[in-house]
T-cell receptor
Framework: NAGVMQNPRHLVRRRGQEARLRCSPM?????VYWYRQLPEEGLKFMVY????????ESGMPKERFSAEFPKEGPSILRIQQVVRGDSAAYFC????????????FGQGTRLTVV | DAKTTQPPSMDCAEGRAANLPCNHS???????VYWYRQIHSQGPQYIIH???NNETNEMASLIITEDRKSSTLILPHATLRDTAVYYC????????FGKGITLSVRP
């Protein structure tokens, strides 16, 4: 019974490159959430997706960031043209339903932009 | 989502009960109270949740006041491994994390 799997665990990108972060939800979960945690700060909601749909992207930066959760395969958080300020831990969570949010989190991807 | 207020930090002795308070005076009828914790820089861990009634599981107990405006998370026998940031969240949909309370368990 695997939990939420995120990969890679650590990712180093040079400024201007693209970063792709993957999240495989728990089996049977169709709701995925992405959060960002800057160093020494709290977790900030970014986006909430269901299969093939973006439900709430109120926390996503307007430019360079996008997310998808296709019918098959993991959810992807994509950051284009990364800048040093994108360096953070990105956490993914999944749940089986809206409302009762017993969400399970992955161990995160630590993105470092050099 | 309703806002929550937690003290910034507290400590307790190993083996004793840790009682973590949370105020959520603007909670609405369909919002649940959730508690999560984050140990060091790991992914947040679900602890417990409730709507109106008190709840207990293998990790903790959740006491919700009758008016639902506040709650207390109880760790009955705190261990050093319980040192973490604990988040009280009130929500119906997405989880919005505040600053949480840092619990330090001392030997």
């Amino acid at each position: 019974n695997a939990g939420v799997m995120q990969n890679p665990r650590h990712l180093v990108r040079r400024r201007g490159q693209e970063a792709r972060l993957r999240c495989s939800p728990m089996k049977g979960h169709s709701h995925v959430y992405w959060y960002r945690q800057l160093p020494e700060e709290g977790l900030k909601f970014m986006v909430y997706l269901q299969k093939e749909n973006i439900i709430d992207e109120s926390g996503m930066p307007k430019e360079r960031f996008s997310a998808e959760f296709p019918k098959e395969g993991p959810s992807i958080l994509r950051i284009q043209q990364v800048v040093r300020g994108d360096s953070a831990a990105y956490f993914c969570a999944s749940s089986s339903s809206l409302g009762v949010q017993r969400a399970f989190f992955g161990q995160g991807t630590r993105l470092t932009v050099v | 989502d309703a806002k929550t207020t937690q003290p910034p930090s507290m400590d307790c002795a190993e083996g004793r009960a840790a009682n973590l308070p949370c105020n959520h005076s603007t909670i609405s009828g369909n919002e649940y109270v959730y508690w999560y914790r984050q140990i060091h820089s790991q992914g947040p861990q679900y602890i417990i949740h409730g709507l109106k009634n008190n709840e207990t599981n293998e990790m903790a107990s959740l006491i919700i006041t009758e008016d639902r405006k506040s709650s207390t998370l109880i760790l009955p026998h705190a261990t050093l491994r319980d040192t973490a940031v604990y988040y009280c969240i009130v929500s119906y949909s997405k989880l919005t994390f505040g600053k949480g309370i840092t619990l330090s368990v001392r030997p």
